[in-house]
């Protein structure tokens, strides 16, 4: 019995000694030893803000709030949390039974706005808690001295003085001044005395003019730096730091322009030189004039359009020869014509005209004619006004046409001295009962071919010039009948040619001349055609009360659409509307509009009699036959220009094919684009466009195009 009672002690005592040695094992210091039970305290870790990490002599013990069971003891306590500075605290001191509490108030980490730039007030965020009355921002100490804070090595924020060589001003310090330089006398100017100042801030260094013998110290400023010229030698000596000035002559300056005249032509004498005016540049005008100590002097000036040279080799202005005129008529829609030359229908503005006097023509079928002579002034704007009279006798147009070609063809053509454009082109001008234009065709390498014509209205003047290269001998001359009273039927051959007066082309020959008009006798001559010359008959016919009957009569054409071209017996003779005087006989009649099936006819005139055709087109669009449209003119240069471009056309009723091949634009007046010294568009793909501007008010345009 004792023996078990002694083996169960034994078991109960084995197994509290290993129960104790259990607890033991759960208490141990931070190198791993196991500690006696009771030996130990407890470390209490709490932060602001909780969940960080401690750490304790660099083992990972668990996120704060934390209570740690450690043995007595010196340790390291760290505490940790990301966008925070790192809490350390060295020799904690843990006691046996004891619990050491550590609170945290973590800070952010460490921010510096200026990045420690004393140039710019900045602000410290962050790394503790260290600044002034709890404000990190930097300030000055003194006018000359500025506190900076920064963020450490360390993380802390840390506050450190620093002088300001220029000053401190608002937390910052004040910024090196630049450097600058100036002159009280413009520059090198060696005839003043003045003064160049470089500044450093505040600090200014002055550097006066001054006097080396017969040479100035001539002081100036290069950028921000004085630099100095004392190469110059004063003709009349040096004084006070300047050039003296050369002693006053009263000259006798004479200019013979009469002073500053940019428009008129001259030179100044002042008794040592001559000094002329002069384009320095094709738009600046060297203009010499007499100061007031009478000498020569100069100014240079912008000619608005341009430089040139007067007959004696003096510079000018190039004047301004341009005037404008507005013209309305009542009622509107009548043609307008300036010295017989056709320009628009009324109402316009602002059309240009070369200064001079002119005579202007209203023309509109039902009513007179009204007639005007008036003249226009340079940069000055006339206004016509014609109030028309109804005259029921008046019904046919007055307009004609001049078809000018030559051979070879691309001849600069001319009418009446003016410069039209190059051929082969076609014209309209007043015809009424016979007008005569003279006629110029010129071009490089040829002798010019004058000749004259005679245009009547609803017909086409033909003329062809077979120019003579420079140096050939011509076999063409001209023939030039004239009669009193004009208008008689002209018959050269027993051929019809037309009325007089009239200038017609032809080889050297003898040919047999007939002038024939109602009321007056038949007139027959013969007429000799010298080469290179004109041969002029001229004839007052004989009144004969037996010849009252005319000798020709009329085809009258009219088609819709309008502005067919007219052949008669294929000769071109213009567009629809149109009237055409013709012996009696039988001829063939041809009208052709792009876009549309040519119309073909035979009309027989009858002496004294007018025949109506009236013919109505059969559009066909894929009618793409070769040969020039009507001349189309859709827009006024009112408003924002002038816009004859394909789109336009076509979306008003024009028919310009798919591809043209040629354009050509003009004036209404026939000035070809290329000679009028606007800008303008002129082309294929587009068509035309004219933009109105401040330096440029469009003419009124008018194109064609050759399909």
Known sequence: MKSKLLFVFSVLLSLFVLAGCANRADLTDMTGKATASGNFGYLYVNSTPSGANVSVNGVY????????????????????????????????????????????????????????????????????????????????????????????????????????????????????????????????????????????????????????????????????????DSSHSCDNGCESGACKPAPVVNYNCTDTDGG??????????????????????????????????????????????????????????????????????????????????????????????????YTFKFVKLGYQDYE????????????????????????????????????PSGASFYVNTLYKGVTPITLAYYGGTGAVYDLKFAKAGYQDYLTSTTVYSGQISNVNANMLAIGEVSTIGWLYAISTPS?????????????????????????????????????????????GQTTVISRTLTTNQTNTTNTTGWIYVTSTPTSANVYVNNIYKGVTQLNMAYAPGTYTLRLAKLGYIDYTTSVTVYLGQTTNVNAALTANQSNQSTGWTAWYDR?????????????????????????????????????????????????????????????????????????
């Open 61 to 228: 013990k668990g996120l704060t709030p934390k209570t740690i069971p450690l043995a007595p003891g010196y340790y390291t306590v760290r505490v940790s949390k990301t966008g925070y500075l790192d809490y350390v605290k060295n020799n904690v001191y843990i006691a046996k039974k004891l619990t050491t509490k550590i609170s945290v108030v973590l800070s952010l980490s460490c921010a510096d706005s200026d990045n420690r730039d004393y140039s710019t007030r900045g602000t410290v965020t962050g790394g503790y808690n260290n600044c002034l009355n709890g404000q990190c921002v930097d300030y000055c100490s003194s006018s000359a001295q500025v506190v900076e804070w920064y963020c450490s090595d360390t993380g802390y924020a840390t506050q450190e003085p620093v002088s300001c060589p220029y000053g401190c001003t608002n937390g910052a310090c004040n910024p090196t001044p630049q450097q600058t330089c100036t002159e009280s006398d413009g520059g090198k100017v060696y005839g003043v005395a003045g003064t160049a100042q470089v500044c450093m801030g505040t600090s200014c260094t002055p550097y006066p003019d001054s006097c080396n013998g017969a040479y100035v110290n001539e002081y100036y400023c290069a950028g921000s730096n004085v630099a100095l």
């Open 635 to 707: 827009d006024e240069p009112s408003g924002s220009g002038d816009y004859e471009d394909i789109v336009g056309l076509r979306n008003a009723g024009y028919y310009v094919c798919t591809t043209p091949l040629a354009i050509q634009c003009q004036t209404v007046a026939g000035i070809d684009f290329t000679q009028t010294g606007q800008t303008v568009t002129c082309t294929t793909s587009y068509g035309f466009s004219c933009v109105n501007s401040v330096t440029q008010y469009c003419y009124d345009y008018r194109v064609r195009f050759y399909c």
């Open 487 to 531: 208008g008689a039927s002209i018959y050269v051959n027993n051929v019809y040619k037309g009325l007089t007066p009239l200038n017609m082309t032809y080889n050297a020959s003898t040919y047999t001349l007939k002038l024939t008009k109602a009321g007056y006798s038949d007139y027959t001559t013969s007429a000799t055609v010298y080469a």
């Open 372 to 407: 005007t002579t008036r003249t226009i002034i340079a940069g000055q704007t006339i206004v016509l006004n014609a109030n028309l009279t109804s005259n029921q006798t008046n019904t046919t147009n007055t307009t004609g046409w001049i078809s000018a070609t030559s051979t």
């Open 260 to 357: 500053i005249q940019y428009y008129v032509g001259g030179y100044v004498l002042d008794g040592i030189s001559q000094s002329i005016d002069y384009c320095s540049n094709s738009q600046t005008l060297k203009e010499f004039y007499c100061n007031s100590n009478n000498r020569t002097n100069y100014t240079l000036y912008t000619c608005p359009l341009g430089c040139t040279y007067d007959s004696l080799g003096h510079g000018i202005c190039t004047a301004n020869t341009t005037g404008w005129f507005d013209a309305y008529s009542n009622p509107s829609g009548a043609t307008v014509y300036a010295n017989l030359v056709q320009i628009s229908y009324t109402p316009f503005t602002n059309r240009p005209l070369t200064a001079g006097t």
